[in-house]
């Protein structure tokens, strides 16, 4: 597999993404569906946006890894929030450390929607390639 990242504008250096990620040669596409911070018992999490994101996370690792992928190979990664303020003042010392830890470099989408199931509040949607 190879992967290429484009980014034409020096802004797009401090977005931790890419505005757009070429895959060539690719032996498989994992599309992960959004993940939430819900138990392994499916119970919603009613804890702070930044708890809830630590634990979505890691059911995100736990899918691509169980699927037979690697999280280094997300090249799309897609953020719902109910408040992309709330994101940005709380979970960023969360979210850019697991970009980070894989060396992510992915075309993104972040985006404030009215509600997400139950008491959630962050829901992360990854595409995977290998």
């Known amino acids: 597999m190879e992967k290429r990242t484009i980014d034409p504008w020096k802004w797009g250096e401090q977005t931790n993404s890419a505005q757009a990620v070429e895959v060539k040669n690719v ?4 599309y992960c569906s ?3 911070a819900i138990d392994e018992n499916g119970v919603p999490s009613k804890a702070d946006m930044r708890s809830q994101l630590i634990q979505t996370i890691q059911n995100l690792e736990k899918l691509i890894n169980e699927s037979g992928y690697e999280c280094k190979n997300i090249v799309r990664l897609n953020v719902y929030t109910t408040s992309t303020q709330d994101f940005f003042t709380t979970c960023m010392d969360v979210y850019v450390p697991f970009l980070q830890k894989y060396g ?3 075309a993104t989408t972040l985006l404030e929607v009215k509600g997400l199931f139950a008491t959630l509040t962050v ?3 990854a595409t995977v390639v290998k």
């Open 104 to 106: 992510i470099k992915q």
């Open 34 to 36: 959004g993940q939430v």
């Open 27 to 30: 032996d498989g596409t994992l």
């Open 123 to 125: 829901e992360l949607e």
